[in-house]
Every structure is written in C-alpha cells, then in structure tokens.
C-alpha cells in the first residue's frame, strides 16, 4: 500500500550512540519532513526537504542531520544521542503546496538512557 | 508568527453526545486549516481540511468551518462513538516561505465512554 514507511519502530540508545532513522515514501512527493511529538508539546518540526537534493532546518534542529539523495528517502541522523533527544518522531510527506495535507508515518519510539 | 490553540483536554464524553472541540489560529494570511487525528500507537491521520474562508471540510461524520471573521476552525461531531478516541490535533499552513510547512496546536485528547 503506498504509505510513508519508517523504520525502526522502537528504538533504545545509550548516551553518547548515534543511529540512522529512516524514512520512505512511495507517493512522489515532492515535501518530507521530521516532526517530533513530546508531551504536552504537539509536534514539533526538526527539519524538512522541498525536494531531492534540499533541506532545511526547522523549529528544533539541534543534534540531528539530514540528507534527501533522492526523492523517496529521507533519513534523520542523531549524531551523539542525548536524554533530551528521547520522544517520538513522525516522518511526514506532502505534495509542494499549502493546500495539501500530510501523510504520516506511524513514528518512531525513541528512548535514550 | 502564526499559531495554534486548541482547548485543554481531555475532553470525556459519552457515546452518542454532541462533540465540539475549538480551534483558534492567529495568521498575517489566509492559510489552510486542517484537523488530524491520531489512534493510540499509531501516526497522524488527514481529518478533513479548508483551503478557504467560509469553507466547511467534513468526513466521518466530522465537520469544520473556516471562519475567518472569528480566525476559528472548531471540530464538531453530532454523536460520537467509542471508535472515535483520538487524540486531535489542528493546524494551518505556514505561508511564511514558499514551503507548505504545517504548525500544529498541541493536541486534545478524547475520550468516549460507553
């Protein structure tokens, strides 16, 4: 079923690790994004890419990477985990345009001890 | 910059009773406004959306108006069922760029009861 898939689903890190979170689609969308949600706090964006090739930080970016080398993946590097960095994290696509909605992944539990 | 409040939850109802959740949104422009919901374990799903003033987006039983003069966007249900525990969540389109970034308020929790 064409979707946003990512992977992995749970995820445990010590301080200090770094890991890959991945992220696909198979849409074509032109928009990705990383989001994550803590509570009380609804979701926040992390960084976002317009298409292959170009990214941008958004509203939290510290600690983390990103990369767009072709249209469908998008992945969200943690360079050096931290216990702040412990939260949920929605991968998003859309096509270009304000009057698309977003289709989500169903999001990556992340827990650094 | 542009923003989102929704109210407090949770909100805890009954099966069948008439729901109503407000959303508020403050905008130099005339964005897009969007109500998501998202099931336990589970990604944010697309409600319903409205791209313009007075439009009004439904699906499952949910609608939304896009009022401008009240710069509001509130979700309302005429009788919900157990199924519809959620947590929902409005936003609008960011028309700051010439990206189509979504900011979202933070969520309100539902809780039906049977």
């Known amino acids: 079923n064409a979707g946003v898939t990512q992977t992995p689903k749970f995820q445990v890190l010590k301080t200090g690790q770094s890991m890959t979170l991945q992220c696909a689609q198979d849409?074509?969308?032109?928009?990705m994004s990383w989001y994550r949600q803590d509570p009380g706090m609804g979701l926040r964006l992390i960084h976002y890419s317009v298409g292959a090739g170009i990214t941008d930080q958004g509203e939290v970016p510290n600690g983390y990477n990103v990369s767009r080398s072709t249209t469908e993946d998008f992945p969200l590097r943690l360079l050096s985990a931290a216990p702040s960095q412990t939260s949920v994290y929605f991968c998003a696509s859309s096509y270009s345009g304000r009057n698309y909605g977003y289709t989500f992944g169903s999001g990556t539990r992340l827990t650094v001890v | 910059g542009d923003s989102v409040t929704q109210m407090e939850g949770p909100v805890t109802l009954s099966e069948e009773a008439f729901l109503t959740i407000n959303c508020t949104y403050t905008a130099t422009g005339y964005p897009s406004l969007f109500w998501y919901v998202q099931y336990p374990g589970e990604g944010l799903q697309l409600l319903l959306k409205?791209?313009?003033?007075?439009d009004k987006g439904s699906n499952k039983g949910f609608e939304a108006t896009y009022r401008k003069e009240t710069t509001s966007f509130h979700l309302e249900k005429g009788s919900v069922q157990v199924s519809d525990s959620a947590v929902y969540f409005c936003?609008?389109?960011?028309?700051?760029?010439?990206?189509?970034?979504?900011?979202f308020g933070t969520g309100t929790l539902l809780a039906v009861q049977p």
């Open positions: 849409m074509n969308h032109e928009y």
């Open positions: 409205a791209t313009k003033a007075d």
């Open positions: 936003a609008l389109s960011d028309l700051s760029g010439a990206t189509n970034k979504l900011i």
